[in-house]
């Protein structure tokens, strides 16, 4: 029998895309009875990008992915695995992963969407460092896009307030390591699942059950306590699959849902705020684009560099959770 030697997925880039039309909070007053105050106050946010008329999810996820192949030096015919983390795909089916795969020009590899709506991201990293360090892949495309303006309820000042479009992604590589924490690679990944949750946030609406696409809904409240009170488990995982520690931490990359949940969650795991990266204030939540999103901005501005040690976390309906620890 053959040994292989051990690999590890090594991020080679990052790339992202927002749709051009900002809209603001006191746009948003326009249309609700809301303010800028009261949704800055509550959220962190400021204002989100709303995708133009026509433009779909595997749109934007093209864009990211161009973005980060370019981050990375490399072209699509690099690429053997495409992974798409979203809840707002452009059609029940094919998935979106084969149109971006489509407009990318990539006719070899594997290409399919996963379903975790806000930790969707957090769970195609993972699902592709498995495929990566199995050797059956060489190189993943991970992206996480959404069009979460296409099932919001615009007169639902709860929710509509709350969201935007967008799209971020990943390069990995699979390349040999020795296994020491010092080294460039996804390092662990933990991820859970609830189901018992689900009236608290989803869409009602589906092929099977309704025959519609559907609204968002969501219990505000449930969804901010569970998110404060339950998913740090996942990174507590983490520092103990790799006996690292918060202070040891470069950079927290949390899933961008809520200023609140992202600095409680912080205080809760010993994050220091100066290591926290939030966009939520410019992107709104963007679901399972937040966190390439935010780790394009950090990594495009100097923050994020190579050999810095990142942690990411996510919350989405469901409920799901995880959190991957990577070296950059």
């Known amino acids: 029998m053959t040994s292989h030697p051990l690999l590890r997925s090594v991020v080679l880039g990052v790339g992202s895309y927002l749709p051009a039309k900002t809209l603001t909070n006191d746009d ?3 249309i609700v009875d809301t303010s800028d105050e009261w949704i800055f106050q509550r959220t962190g946010i400021k204002e989100r990008h709303i995708a133009a008329e026509g433009e779909t999810t595997s749109m934007l996820g093209e864009k990211a992915a161009r973005a980060a192949l370019a981050n990375a030096g490399l072209t699509p015919d690099d690429i053997d695995l495409i992974i798409v983390g979203t809840s707002t795909p452009d059609w029940t089916f094919p998935s979106t992963a084969t149109q971006i795969q489509a407009a990318l020009g990539v006719a070899h590899g594997v290409a399919f969407d996963l379903q ?12 592709a ?3 990566l360090r199995s050797g ?4 993943a495309l991970v992206i996480g896009a959404e069009t979460f303006s296409r099932i919001l309820n615009w ?6 307030v709350l969201f935007g479009d967008g799209a971020g992604a990943m390069v990995l590589e699979a390349r040999p390591s020795s296994g020491a924490l010092s080294e460039r690679g996804v390092l662990t990944t ?4 609830d189901g018992r949750h689900r009236t608290k946030l989803y869409v009602d609406g589906g092929p099977s059950a309704t025959q519609t696409v559907g609204h968002l809904r969501m219990s505000g409240q449930e969804v901010f306590k569970f998110a404060v009170g339950k998913v740090t488990d996942v990174v507590v995982d983490a520092f103990a699959a790799t006996g690292l520690s ?11 849902a809520n200023r609140r949940i992202i600095d409680m969650s912080a205080q809760k795991l010993g994050i220091a705020p100066e290591k926290i990266v939030a966009t939520v204030h410019l992107h709104g939540n963007t679901s399972a684009a937040s966190i390439p999103l935010a780790l394009s901005v950090a990594a495009a501005d100097g923050r994020i560099k190579q050999g810095d040690l990142v942690m990411l976390e996510a919350v989405g309906g469901g409920f799901t959770w995880g959190s991957a620890l990577i070296r950059w």
Do not use: I, N
């Open 136 to 139: 059956s892949h060489k190189r």
């Open 155 to 160: 007169e639902d000042r709860t929710t509509c």
């Open 190 to 193: 933990h991820l859970r699942s």
């Open 116 to 127: 975790a709506v806000c930790s969707g991201f957090v769970f195609a990293l993972s699902t």
């Open 28 to 30: 948003l007053a326009k």
């Open 129 to 131: 460092d498995k495929f």
């Open 246 to 256: 918060a202070a040891e931490l470069d950079w927290f990359v949390p899933h961008q």
